[in-house]
């Protein structure tokens, strides 16, 4: 993601979890949310930030 300005890492995760963290925050959440993010989601939630 080094195109968007954000340094990305992948983290594997258990039970079909899928959580977005920037700098220790969560920012997106599949199991808060109940679904995957749209599509520029979470690079419009972490701009906000």
Known sequence: MKESGFDATIA???HAQFDVL???EL???KQSEGRFPEER???DAL???
Do not use: N, P
Request: neutral net charge; proline residues 0%; charged residues 25%.
């Open 12 to 14: 594997a995760g258990g």
């Open 41 to 43: 989601e979470v690079l």
């Open 22 to 24: 920037a700098d220790g």
């Open 27 to 29: 920012v997106f959440s």
């Open 47 to 49: 701009r906000a930030r």
